[in-house]
């Protein structure tokens, strides 16, 4: 399958497959060394999905450098930290951290977190090079809105870089921005400009989450190569094609809540608020209700969960059933699942508002939807389960990843059952219960998807592997340090404790828990240290690390027919034909543990079966 | 505490020279060794998995039994006991479930090691095995989900029937402040554009309820008492958190919330119970509002009726200087237009 790379076939293969879609690819390759064209102003959807991952591992960084301070603090509040003041200036006054700057840190911590690291970071990168690369195309449907997308990405992440240093401090109400605090710069000095870029950002953000995600609906359905079927996509182009609609459904309802929140902030409009007297005197705004912007948020914010999850999922399924060298047990059932999902996360919005003063009978119904969406979850699990048993297990970093995101799962799913019954919601509402689910069940089973994606697809991006030994090393060390930081997290929430206190120093009844916090704060220190490891492996590799061989982990999905190197149009010939699912690992007859999905069943009579064709 | 961070630092700084070693070994690496080395890698990790299964299994039964004693005390409100009830069944099945998956997954990935001599079973659909952990799940959540909702509307369904005893909660930036009611048992309606430094919550003079209104800036309840919690706030969203009555309701501003519970032991009591003289009762602001968050709290007892009693009368008047003008009718005169009202 060694195949010189042949820019002028692969452009007029291109043109023949897509004629309708652009002449601009004729116009880049002209430009190919020009650092210009080839790293900026890219339309590749490979090389734009490079820029979504570096953008997103800088975010990332930086987010969880926040966190180790705020945790510092939470564990040690009397503690002086040396260097504060010469990272974060005036808020970190002779060691100790601001309590305005604490909650503007665990604010900013939350939103990049989710947004760009969890949301473009993850679906950016990954659907940006596996949907074509998976279902065959030479591109996406569209590569200029393709690389707008990235670039309001880029722009939304400039926007929010630039609020961390603003005199008055970045948006500090938390990642969620209820009004009136997010309103009313009296209440909270970051709600004056920072909560203005903060605004702008998002804006900016879901700008570019929905140019991506129409363009990732539309190449799966309409540029699928000759024999792609729908139900032979591997899962992790279900994964983000119904992750991407998810967010064309509810992105556009948290525009619509952040520009009633402009509009209340600068323009005198009573959306969200009424009745207040703040300052030392009355504000004029009346007849709005602080409720109708918690609707609307979690209207977003639940799907947001899943926007979050299903792609680590889909990324999960595809690396567990190759490195089982196994059929993913019960594809169907793990489609279905998905979909029952996606569409369960649109009636559950309101589990978040179970103690808000939302009519209580609706908090009923709220129960009955949140705890259905256990079912499909509990399909998915058992299924990967099941896909190990009997399995013939290749312990490659991403598998370990891959199990490590099935455990997590389990695991904050679990108290999801809890949170989900409004009763038992009651006394764990905004505590460190709360941290704990969602922190386990989706920043680390969705950041363990990534990592899994990254350390599976890093030869198709680079050529190169990345080191398994510091791959290893990378998994333990993450998977101590997020159980470490994570599960003790529960019995602080258990005893009471609310989240977003800046110390609780000034409550007796919490003084023993400090040593939970102590133990809390080391695991993550060990957690974000070990991240470095990744760091090192992911840029060393890049440029030093082995060249690989086309197909390193002898999968079956088309990308690992495409040559090593990065051409526009993929593949320099004709596109692959497909006929196959993508999970024929270990069919009884076949010489090899796996028949790509290239090959017709006319080349593999020994292993064909009634069931085939 | 240094220690710990010192040690956080020491750990951090050898797990990186250990890394720029095991970089420098893994480059020197050839490719025929590549795949007895993916085999050792295989035997390592795969070892690794039941070890963190038992180590993590043993850690969570160990943290679960040493830190019970960290956790909050028996519930001193009626329908908290009710929810404890509700909170352990549901952990007794969330942990069997816990146990169960966790054990399979961690298990089945030491067990089923690669083995080049071995194919792996050629398994991708059961219909059976579908239905079964599609029905299970399902009947198990039926279960939950209807004792759970019953619950809650046991909780939630009293503001139709009951009256209570009136108690108002008004939140702003960093204050909770409590209002009582007088002979009449209700409470005179408050507007925020007549909030003033002599009057912090705006209760509106003009209102007869008023006359009798009670502030207080604690929150004192009589055990026994069927407390209705009413909640306002004067800025930002705060919430209303007594963890030890598992008790949790927003305070939004613009409109008024409710909690209704039945306080079962007073402050004494569970300073017995708790075996801690010193223990309090407390009331914390659950809901981000503002930079002295943290600082947000009340302090609450719960004493017996005829205490509660001789407190409230202790305590001031909204209007105690008001005597003269017409809103504030004397005592008896209050009484009379409160029987007239019923």
């Known amino acids: 399958m060694e195949v010189t790379p042949n820019k002028h076939i692969a452009h007029s293969a291109h043109d023949d497959a897509h ?59 009397d503690a002086k930290i040396p260097f504060l003041e010469d990272i974060i200036g005036k808020w970190g006054k002779d060691g100790k951290l601001d309590p305005g700057f604490y909650l503007a ?80 710069p009296q209440a909270i000095p970051g709600s004056g400009l920072g909560m203005t870029l903060w605004l702008i950002s998002m804006v900016l953000f879901i700008a570019s989450s929905l140019l991506g995600g129409i363009n990732y609906i539309t190449t799966v359905l309409n540029l699928r190569t000759k024999g792609m079927m729908m139900t032979r996509l591997p899962l992790t182009i279900w994964a983000f094609f119904i992750t991407a609609i998810l967010g064309v459904l509810s992105f556009p309802v948290l525009l619509a809540a952040s520009l009633l929140l402009v509009f209340d902030r600068s ?128 312990f490659t970093p991403q598998m370990l990843f891959g199990i490590g995101l099935v455990s997590t799962f389990i695991t904050g799913g679990l108290t999801g059952i809890i949170l989900g019954d409004s009763a038992l919601d009651i006394n764990i509402h905004d505590t460190y219960f709360v941290v704990a689910h969602f922190h386990i069940v989706m920043g680390s089973s969705a950041i363990f998807g990534m990592f899994a994606g990254v350390y599976h697809w890093f030869p198709r991006m680079y050529g190169r592997m990345m080191n398994k030994k510091l791959g290893y090393i990378h998994f333990w060390l993450t998977l101590i340090g997020l159980y470490g930081t994570f599960f003790p997290m529960h019995f602080l929430g258990l005893a009471g404790l609310p989240r977003r206190y800046y110390a609780f120093t000034s409550y007796e009844s919490f003084d023993a828990l400090i040593n939970i916090n102590h133990i809390v704060t080391v695991f993550a220190i060990i957690g974000g240290l070990s991240q ?38 993929n593949w320099p010939g004709a596109l692959p034909e497909v006929h196959r699912w993508p999970y024929d690992y270990s069919k009884p007859g076949a010489p090899e543990d796996f028949i790509p999905q290239t090959v017709p069943f006319s080349e593999t009579p020994e292993s064909n079966t009634p069931h085939d064709q | 505490m240094n220690i710990l961070l010192i040690l956080a630092v020491v750990f951090g700084t050898l797990v990186l020279v250990r890394l720029a070693n095991v970089a420098a070994i893994a480059s020197k690496l050839s490719e025929e060794n590549e795949a007895a080395e993916q085999e050792s890698a295989n035997r390592w990790n795969s070892i690794g998995m039941l070890t963190f299964l038992i180590v993590g299994l043993i850690t969570m039964f160990y943290l679960i039994n040493a830190y019970s004693p960290l956790m909050l005390p028996v519930s001193a409100s009626e329908h908290g006991v009710a929810i404890d009830n509700l909170m352990s069944v549901n952990w007794i099945v969330l942990i069997i479930t816990f146990l169960i998956t ?178 309090e009762y407390v009331m914390l602001c659950n809901k981000v509002c503002g930079v002295a968050h943290y600082n947000m709290k009340m302090p609450v007892r719960v004493v017996e009726m005829d205490e509660y009693n001789k407190w409230l009368k202790s305590q001031p008047l909204v209007f105690p200087l008001a005597t003269d003008s017409t809103t504030a009718a004397p005592t008896a005169t209050i009484a009379a237009a409160t029987t007239v009202l019923k």
């Not at chain 1, 978040?352 to 009978?361: A, E, L, V």
């Not at chain 1, 992911?538 to 990065?566: C, D």
Request: net charge neutral; aromatic share 14%; proline share 4%.
């Open chain 1, 267 to 394: 323009f005198g409009t009573s959306f969200y608020l009424s009745d207040i007297f703040i300052d030392g005197a009355p504000l004029d705004h009346a007849g709005g209700s602080p409720i109708l912007f918690q609707h609307l948020f979690w209207f977003l914010g639940h799907p947001e969960v899943y926007i979050v999850l299903l792609p680590a999922l889909g990324l999960a399924s595809e690396v567990i059933s190759v490195n089982s060298r196994k059929p993913i047990f019960g594809y169907k059932a793990m489609i279905g699942s998905m979909l029952v999902i996606a569409f369960l996360s649109f009636v559950v919005w309101g589990h978040h508002m179970f103690i808000t003063g939302m009519n209580p009978f609706l908090g009923s119904v709220f129960v009955f939807t949140t705890l259905l969406v256990a079912i499909p979850s509990a399909v998915k699990v058992f299924n990967y389960i099941t896909t190990l048993w009997k399995g013939n297990i290749q």
């Open chain 1, 19 to 77: 004629g309708h879609a652009d002449g601009h690819h004729d116009h880049d390759h002209d430009h190919d060394d020009n650092f210009w064209s080839k790293y900026i102003f890219t339309t590749d959807h490979k090389m734009i999905a490079k820029q979504f991952l570096n953008t997103a591992i800088f975010m990332a960084f930086l987010a969880m450098f926040m966190s180790l301070i705020f945790r510092m603090q939470l564990a040690w509040p």
């Open chain 1, 105 to 184: 840190l665990v604010t900013i911590h939350g939103t990049i977190m989710v947004f760009f690291v969890l949301t473009g970071g993850l679906s950016g990168t990954f659907s940006n090079l596996l949907i074509p690369l998976q279902v065959g195309a030479r591109d996406m449907a569209s590569g200029f809105l393709n690389a707008l997308s990235f670039w309001f990405f880029a722009l939304s992440s400039v926007v929010m870089l630039i609020s961390l240093g603003v005199e008055s401090g970045p948006a500090s109400g938390g990642w969620t921005v209820y009004p009136p605090l997010s309103a009313l």
């Open chain 2, 102 to 279: 966790q054990i399979l997954l961690f298990f089945f990935a030491f067990k089923y090691k690669f083995n080049k001599n071995r194919r792996s079973f050629y398994f991708y659909d059961n219909n059976k095995l579908e239905a079964i952990w599609t029905i299970i799940p399902t009947v198990v959540l039926a279960a939950l989900i209807v004792t759970g909702m019953r619950e809650w509307n046991d909780i939630t369904n009293k503001s139709d029937k009951m009256e209570g005893l009136k108690i108002q909660i008004y939140a702003k930036q960093f204050v909770f402040t409590t209002r009582y009611t007088g002979a009449d048992k209700n409470l005179g309606k408050t507007n925020f554009r007549l909030i003033t430094d002599a009057n912090p919550i705006g209760v509106d003079s003009t209102d007869k309820a008023s006359a009798d209104d009670i502030i207080s800036n604690e929150l004192v309840m009589p055990k026994g008492g069927e407390i209705e919690l009413v909640i306002n706030s004067r800025d930002v969203i705060h919430s209303v958190y007594l963890p030890h009555f598992r008790v949790q309701m927003n305070a939004v501003p613009g409109m008024t919330t409710r909690f209704f519970f039945k306080p079962t032991m007073t402050t004494v009591e569970m300073q017995k119970e708790t075996k801690n003289p010193k223990f």
């Open chain 1, 532 to 569: 470095l490891i990744f760091l090192f492996n992911f840029y060393y590799s890049m440029r030093y690390g082995k060249k690989s061989v086309q197909n390193p982990w002898k999968a079956n999905t088309l990308e690992w027919t495409a040559p090593i190197e990065h051409l526009h149009g």
